[in-house]
């Protein structure tokens, strides 16, 4: 069983930037492609970005491609979403997940990650 724990979420203004942060509790982690996820409130959850196990590929979401990156550090077991120039349309909870199938593809549907952390909140203020 794989922990992921997000922490980071706060609330911003628009313009401001905040790092999201996910550790993981699993020694295959670099076997994972790991995902970050959002749901705002009355909305399906939905795919943000997301990094293959050895940094190889990353893939964003259109309307955050350039303002947010997503990175990770095997040695440390942890992924982080580094958030720019925020917009209060980001504003949602965010997940941190795992796809223990895949190391080196990228799939965006929320059905094939099969570990998901808490969700931290993200607030953006016009």
């Known amino acids: 069983q794989v922990q992921l724990v997000e922490s980071g979420g706060g609330m911003v203004q628009a313009g401001g930037s905040l790092r999201l942060t996910c550790a993981a509790s699993t020694r295959t982690f670099s076997r994972y492609t790991m995902g970050w996820f959002r749901q705002a409130p009355g909305k399906e959850r939905e795919f943000v970005a997301a990094?293959?196990?050895?940094?190889?590929?990353?893939l964003y979401k259109d309307t955050v491609k350039g303002r947010f990156t997503i990175s990770r550090d095997n040695a440390k077991n942890t992924v982080y979403l580094q958030m720019d120039s925020l917009k209060p349309e980001d504003t949602a909870i965010y997940y941190c997940?795992?796809?223990?199938?895949?190391?080196?593809?990228?799939?965006?549907?929320?059905?094939?990650?099969?570990?998901w952390g808490q969700g931290t909140q993200v607030t953006v203020s016009s």
């Open positions: 997940a795992a796809d223990s199938k895949n190391t080196i593809l990228i799939i965006t549907s929320t059905q094939v990650y099969d570990y």
């Open positions: 990094v293959t196990g050895s940094s190889s590929r990353t």
